[in-house]
T-cell receptor, first 114, second 113 residues
Framework: EAGVAQSPRYKIIEKRQSVAFWCNPI?????LYWYQQILGQGPKLLIQ????????DSQLPKDRFSAERLKGVDSTLKIQPAKLEDSAVYLC????????????FGPGTRLTVL | ELKVEQNPLFLSMQEGKNYTIYCNYS?????LYWYRQDPGKSLESLFV?????AVKQEGRLMASLDTKARLSTLHITAAVHDLSATYFC?????????????FGEGTQLTVNP
């Protein structure tokens, strides 16, 4: 069974530029999550989708971050414009159902903002 | 707001020794995960603990959950170098909106020969 796919794996941009990350969850997984993991910390949830609807985006900095999952399968996370403090690994995870379901993580995208 | 605290944050130990990592959390939850993360890699699920008193073991690692004390432990027996990694606990606060994980800060384990 293929795992959660993410691309790109690495990205270096200058501050104020825009960047987008892509995630393809495990086939059949209805719930998709985006996490931000700053170096030396645990992952922090940014946004959670159930199919193509947003379930929780309370911790998403909406002035610069946006995410979509238009067809309820793959998802993109965008940052516009990026700040230095956005340097982190962005992890995508998926789970089979909305509740009581283990999350499986992708390899992550490491973003460096200069 | 749920707080999840791990200790120690850094652990250096010799091969063959035993040690325990602690995970304390501030709000009632019956579902807790332990993950392993190698440098530059993603999170690998180790254990899912679903109820008070749950104990799970895999190789040299054993995890337990005490929901009344809001405490989980990850015990390492006779450590080997291959166990060197960062270990995270994550508490699942199931809400009407679904599963929501809050992670601890992580424990960076180094096993020395």
């Amino acid at each position: 069974e293929a795992g959660v796919a993410q691309s790109p794996r690495y990205k270096i941009i200058e501050k104020r530029q825009s960047v987008a990350f892509w995630c393809n969850p495990i086939s059949g997984h209805a719930t998709l999550y985006w996490y931000q993991q700053i170096l030396g910390q645990g992952p922090k949830l940014l946004i959670q989708f159930q199919n193509n609807g947003v379930v929780d985006d309370s911790q998403l900095p909406k002035d610069r971050f946006s995410a979509e999952r238009l067809k309820g399968v793959d998802s993109t996370l965008k940052i516009q414009p990026a700040k230095l403090e956005d340097s982190a690994v962005y992890l995508c995870a998926s789970s089979l159902a909305l509740a009581s379901s283990e999350q499986f993580f992708g390899p992550g995208t490491r973003l460096t903002v200069l | 707001e749920l707080k999840v605290e791990q200790n120690p944050l850094f652990l250096s130990m010799q091969e063959g020794k035993n040690y325990t990592i602690y995970c304390n959390y501030s709000t009632t939850s019956d579902r807790l995960y332990w993950y392993r993360q190698d440098p530059g890699k993603s999170l690998e699920s180790l254990f899912v603990l679903l109820s008070n008193g749950a104990v799970k073991q895999e190789g040299r690692l054993m995890a337990s959950l005490d929901t009344k004390a809001r405490l989980s432990t990850l015990h390492i027996t006779a450590a080997v170098h291959d166990l060197s990694a960062t270990y995270f606990c994550a508490v699942d606060m199931e809400e009407t909106s679904g599963s929501r994980l809050t992670f601890g800060e992580g424990t960076q384990l180094t096993v020395n020969p």
